[in-house]
């Protein structure tokens, strides 16, 4: 079984940053791909950037290109979402995602972002 934990999360002004981490634990942890999303109340969720194992392939939704950076940490099994000039409309809960196959099979528990105007 596969375990997500995501921290980092919290209150920021516009303008500010933020680092999301998402350490995995539990079976042998080579997923074909990780990603971030998020959930805005009364939004859909939505991903926000992905990297793939294999080829290193990374990409992030259009509203968060050139702010938002995706990275993992092979040896700590960590993953970090590094987040600049961060917008109001960047509100949401955001959670890590670990695909096996063809779909996100394993979600963390979510962390809660919010940025004031």
């Known amino acids: 079984q596969v375990q997500l934990v995501e921290s980092g999360g919290g209150l920021v002004q516009a303008g500010g940053s933020l680092r999301l981490s998402c350490a995995a634990s539990?079976?042998?942890?080579?997923?074909?791909?990780m990603g971030w999303f998020r959930q805005a109340p009364g939004k859909e969720r939505e991903l926000v950037a992905s990297i793939s194992r294999g080829d290193g392939n990374i990409d992030y939704a259009d509203s968060v290109k050139g702010r938002f950076t995706i990275s993992r940490d092979y040896a700590k099994n960590t993953m970090y979402l590094q987040m600049n000039s961060l917008k109001p409309e960047d509100t949401a809960v955001y959670y890590c995602a670990a695909r096996f196959g063809n779909f996100y099979n394993y979600w963390g528990q979510g962390t809660q972002v919010t940025v004031s105007s």
């Open positions: 539990g079976r042998t942890f080579r997923p074909d791909s």
